[in-house]
């Protein structure tokens, strides 16, 4: 890869985590649930797998793509709560957007970009998410560990955290979900210096009990992933 296309890599690898610190932020604002946020991210990081970065709005694309993920999870958002939550983050220093002509416009743009997406990704927008993994996973090792370990030190809320940080990226793409779920247990544990009892005299390791498949190299690479995000983090 040559500089030219590095410089542009990291340019749109930058931009996709704004937006999606904008779409985490909307969501949070709409009261959206954390699978229908996922679900939103998802939509956004596979329309632009398929679309060049530079040829389409990203925050149209993601306002639209929040409007699709409620549906698709069937929580009841309005589009004008929407539209005006979207208005409101990238427009801070602007009053409420007001019931007229510009919001029609927005309104229609939205509309006409969710029924492009949904061409665009082929109508295949059901996708497997690593929260319930994550959550059967969590309960597993919750019955390893001592009650009071479980209950003083912050395991659970810190693996939820990785998991909604992980959607900055493309880790949602290129990571099975399962293998997703793990690592960012995984992480969380190590984090909190936390070892799961006898895991060191067991045939197999924890996390293999869990997928099988799953290498600890291949965690610690996407750790290591995770830990440049959150570096990105202090540079956007």
């Given amino acids: 890869m040559d500089d030219k296309a590095s410089v542009a890599q990291t340019t749109n690898t930058r931009m996709h985590f704004k937006v999606i610190s904008f779409i985490l932020e909307a969501g949070i604002k709409l009261h959206l649930e954390s699978v229908p946020m996922a679900t939103a991210c998802l939509i956004y990081h596979r329309f632009f797998k398929k679309c060049k970065s530079n040829a389409y709005d990203p925050y149209l694309i993601a306002s639209a793509a929040i ?24 427009h801070k220093e602007k009053p409420a957007l007001e019931v007229d002509s510009k919001y029609w416009e927005l309104r229609e743009s939205v509309v006409k970009c969710e029924l ?8 295949q927008i059901a996708f497997e998410l690593p929260h319930k993994y994550l959550l059967h996973y969590m309960k597993s090792v919750r019955d390893y560990l001592d009650p009071d370990t479980w209950r003083d030190i912050p395991i659970s809320s ?33 984090c909190h210096g936390v070892t799961i009892p006898f895991n060191n005299t067991a045939k197999r390791q924890w996390w293999q009990v869990f997928c099988e498949d799953i290498k600890e190299e291949s965690m610690q690479e996407t750790i290591e992933e995770l830990i440049d995000m959150y570096d990105m983090e202090m540079r956007v």
């Fill in 67 to 90: 409007y699709l993920a409620a549906k698709v999870c069937e929580q009841q958002i309005r589009l004008r709560d929407i539209i005006n939550v979207c208005h409101r983050i990238l």
């Fill in 116 to 123: 492009f997406i949904l061409r665009v990704l082929k109508f």
């Fill in 158 to 190: 810190t693996a939820w955290a990785f998991l909604r940080d992980s959607y900055h990226s493309d880790l949602c793409l290129r990571i099975p979900p399962q293998q997703l779920a793990v690592t960012v247990l995984y992480f969380a544990l190590q």
